[in-house]
């Protein structure tokens, strides 16, 4: 079982920049592709962006792109998703998952989730 924590949500104005972290338990983390997942009430969990395990690949939502950045040091078991150019709009829960395909936009691929970390971007 791999648990994973979330941390650096906050309260940032429009245009704003946050960084999220996501560390696991475990050093499984080092050898699974990771990805973060946002959701808003009453709505689905939506795929943000993926990396795989040795972080040469990312994946984004068009959505974010340009603006996103996610990375991943496997000597600290940590992934991060860097955040620039906040909107309203990317007001959500954010979720880190790890699982085997880091480019999957279904949330019930992933096997492993994080207890999930607020995001709000005030106009």
């Known amino acids: 079982q791999v648990q994973l924590v979330e941390s650096g949500g906050g309260l940032v104005q429009a245009g704003g920049s946050l960084r999220l972290s996501c560390a696991a338990s475990r050093r499984t983390l080092s050898?699974?592709?990771?990805?973060?997942?946002?959701?808003?009430?009453?709505?689905?969990?939506?795929?943000v962006a993926g990396i795989n395990w040795n972080g040469g690949t990312t994946f984004y939502a068009?959505?974010?792109?340009?603006?996103?950045?996610?990375?991943?040091?496997?000597?600290?078991?940590?992934?991060?998703?860097?955040?620039?150019?906040?909107?309203?709009?990317?007001?959500?829960v954010y979720y880190c998952a790890a699982g085997i395909n880091a480019r999957s936009v279904l949330a019930p691929s992933w096997?492993?989730?994080?207890?999930?970390?607020q995001v709000t971007v005030s106009s």
């Open 62 to 92: 068009d959505s974010v792109k340009g603006r996103f950045t996610i990375s991943r040091d496997n000597a600290k078991n940590t992934v991060y998703l860097q955040m620039n150019s906040l909107k309203p709009e990317d007001t959500a």
């Open 31 to 47: 050898s699974s592709a990771a990805g973060w997942f946002r959701q808003v009430p009453g709505k689905e969990r939506e795929f």
């Open 111 to 117: 096997d492993y989730w994080g207890q999930g970390t």
